[in-house]
Nanobody, 127 residues
Framework: QVQLVESGGGLVQAGGSLRLSCAASGPTFSSRGLGWFRQAPGKERELVAAISYSGGRTYYQDSVKGRFTISRDNAKNTVYLQMNSLKPEDTAVYYC????????????????????WGQGTQVTVSS
């Protein structure tokens, strides 16, 4: 089992930065890929960024490439999402999630690949 708790959301002006953190508990954190999803009002949940269990592979949605960086610290059981040059369209609830398959080599890119979810943290970018 993996339990996830996000933090770091808030209100920021366009062009600003935020760093989201997701602290995990459970013995299998380091063996699971992790993803950051977001859901804006009236829109479907979408994968923003993901990282393999080893940290060696990452995935970014096209709209955030060059602005967001996902990383993980297995010693701290934490995954991060550094968000720079934020835009109003980045406004959403951000969720972290853990891959349901341990030791998957590839980066999981579908919502159905993830079994464990945090409660979410709100990010609001004002124009």
């Amino acid at each position: 089992q993996v339990q996830l708790v996000e933090s770091g959301g808030g209100l920021v002006q366009a062009g600003g930065s935020l760093r989201l953190s997701c602290a995990a508990s459970g013995p299998t954190f380091s063996s699971r890929g992790l993803g950051w999803f977001r859901q804006a009002p009236g829109k479907e949940r979408e994968l923003v960024a993901a990282i393999s269990y080893s940290g060696g592979r990452t995935y970014y949605q096209d709209s955030v490439k060059g602005r967001f960086t996902i990383s993980r610290d297995n010693a701290k059981n934490t995954v991060y999402l550094q968000m720079n040059s934020l835009k109003p369209e980045d406004t959403a609830v951000y969720y972290c999630a853990a891959d349901r398959i341990p030791l998957r080599v590839a980066v999981a890119q579908r919502g159905g690949d993830y079994d464990y979810w945090g409660q979410g943290t709100q990010v609001t970018v004002s124009s």
